[in-house]
Structure formats: structure tokens, C-alpha cells
């Protein structure tokens, strides 16, 4: 059996916080250069060209992209010759709590929703497993902005409302939502599982590399539909008009009830911080 070192997993979740809420990655980067080049409307052009330097200033000043320094989210991929003779979810937020304080970023955590007590390290995190063959363990993290998750949509479909109801929801949840996320948007969607299921679907679905194609035909075939469609909208950077709404969109699907066709829209402003970093277990 394998282990990984309690400190290195905290030292690890601090590192990705710092880098992440202060450094956008270079997809995204690269996406946002390729809009600007290719937008017609003026004021567009000129909000996205504000958007590319101010991920260029909190960079080289070492300072946050936002003020929404997010919650954290983290997709943790355990290796099944892995053991953890200590609480890893309690690690994972140990990192996190030292990744906001050290880091001077803002702490957006409250301990319940009608209290609105502030947790005041920014945890807890949210976190979802799953398991893979060998020693390694994968992190995801992702610290998500509330504006955009404040926008993200879950609807009970019919399997008769199919492909076009799909097409119209989605349209309708970034047509609502106007600048309030942040756009351009990554949208991910989540389509099957049922009514839980089809919401980690679509997170999971922001999680994946900006030109990343979906396997299944089905899916793959509506992330390009949607994409002309929704950039068709003018919603345009931060809701005021253009042709560049959203910058990726990605569709996970899953098996669902023969009575049911479950859609999820989660959006992520174009603050996309995210970052993987893999693990490696030593012989215990
Ligand atoms: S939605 Fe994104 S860009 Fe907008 S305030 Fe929140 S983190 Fe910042």
C-alpha cells in the first residue's frame, strides 16, 4: 500500500489557492485573446481587452483576478492503493483555511444559510470523490465565484421536451442571466443521472479543458450547437452586447429513468480559476 504525507496535501490545497485566485490559466487566457481578435462590437472588444489586463496586472502584482475570491470546490480522484491513516477531508480544509488567511483573500463562507455567520477561513470546501486504479492522488480545485453560480440553472425535463427542450433551457438560463455572471462564460451542462446527479455533472463539466470535445456523439454534437447559438444571443461580455457570450460550452451525460430527462446549467464567469496538480503515493 501506498501513502501521501498529511503536510503535503495541505501545503499542496494552500499552493493551488494562492495561484488560482491570482493567476488565470493559460487556456483561458489564450480563449479570451482569440474573442477579442475575433469580436465585431466595440464595446466588447473594449471590456475584454480590460479583462485580459486585469488578469495581466494581478499577475505581475501578485493580487487577486476578483474580489470574489470564491468557494472552494475540489474533484479529488484517489488512487485505490491508497491508504490515509489521518482525515483527509479535514486536510483538504486545513489547506484551505491556510490558503485564505495567508493569502489575503476574502473569506465568503457562512456557517448556514440564515444565520450568515462567517466560517471566517473560508471553509468549509466542497468536495467530491471518486476512486481510480494505482497510488496516485488527482486534485481538481476550483475556487468558484457566487455570481455565477447565483445563475446557474436545474430544470426536471420530459424525455418529449428532448434535444430542443435541452437547446431552450439553456438558452433561456444565459439569455436570463444577463451580465450577472461575468461573461464570457464557460457553461457547463449536465444532462441524465437524476435531480443530484445531473447538478455534478454539469460542475464536473466546467472542470474540462477549454478544447476539450465531448466523447459521446450526442453531447459533443449540442457543445457546438449551443456555443453558435448562445454567442448568437448578444448578451456579449458582462451582459453589455457582442458576439462573444461564452467562450466553451461543455455537455456531460449520464443514464437516467425512462421517465425523466434532468438538465443542469452551471456557469463559470470568465474569472475560470482552476487548477489539477497529481500526487504521487511512497510505499508505506
Ligand atoms: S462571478 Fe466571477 S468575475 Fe464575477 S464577481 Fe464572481 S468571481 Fe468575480
Known amino acids: 500500500m501506498y501513502k501521501i504525507d498529511r503536510n503535503l496535501i495541505v ?32 464595446i466588447a472588444k473594449n471590456v475584454l481587452s480590460k479583462i485580459i489586463e486585469n488578469q495581466r496586472i494581478a499577475k505581475e502584482e501578485n493580487i487577486p483576478l476578483c474580489q470574489d475570491t470564491g468557494v472552494c470546490v475540489c474533484f ?30 476574502r473569506k465568503s463562507v457562512v456557517k448556514h444559510p440564515l444565520n450568515r455567520i462567517n466560517t471566517k477561513d473560508n471553509t468549509p470546501a466542497v468536495i467530491h470523490y471518486d476512486f481510480i486504479p494505482g497510488n496516485k492522488m488527482i486534485i481538481h480545485l476550483a475556487p468558484k465565484g457566487g455570481g455565477s453560480e447565483n445563475m446557474s440553472t436545474l430544470k426536471m425535463l420530459t424525455p418529449a421536451d428532448g434535444r430542443e427542450g435541452i437547446i431552450n433551457f439553456v438558452l433561456e438560463t444565459i439569455e436570463n442571466a444577463g451580465g450577472k455572471p461575468c461573461p464570457p462564460l464557460i457553461v457547463g451542462i449536465g444532462i441524465g443521472g437524476n435531480f443530484e446527479h445531473v447538478t455534478y455533472l454539469a460542475k464536473k463539466a466546467i472542470f474540462r479543458p477549454i478544447d476539450d470535445n465531448a466523447k459521446i456523439d450526442e453531447d459533443r454534437l449540442l457543445e457546438v450547437e449551443l456555443l453558435e447559438r448562445i454567442n448568437k ?52
Open 11 to 42: 501545503n499542496t490545497i494552500k499552493e493551488m489557492i494562492m495561484e488560482t485566485t491570482r493567476t488565470l490559466g493559460s487556456e483561458v487566457i489564450k480563449s479570451l485573446e482569440s474573442a477579442f481578435g475575433n469580436e465585431k462590437n466595440n
Open 76 to 105: 479529488i480522484e484517489i488512487g485505490r492503493n491508497l491508504i490515509f491513516d489521518y482525515d483527509l477531508t479535514e486536510a483538504i480544509n486545513e489547506g484551505v483555511s491556510v490558503g485564505y488567511t495567508e493569502g489575503f483573500l
Open 233 to 284: 444571443l448578444n448578451v456579449g461580455p458582462m451582459g453589455l452586447g457582442g458576439n462573444t457570450t461564452a467562450l466553451a460550452v461543455k455537455v456531460n451525460s449520464a443514464a437516467c429513468h425512462i421517465a425523466s430527462l434532468p438538465v443542469a446549467v452551471n456557469l463559470q464567469c470568465h474569472s475560470a480559476r482552476k487548477k489539477e496538480v497529481t500526487l504521487i503515493g511512497k510505499e508505506a
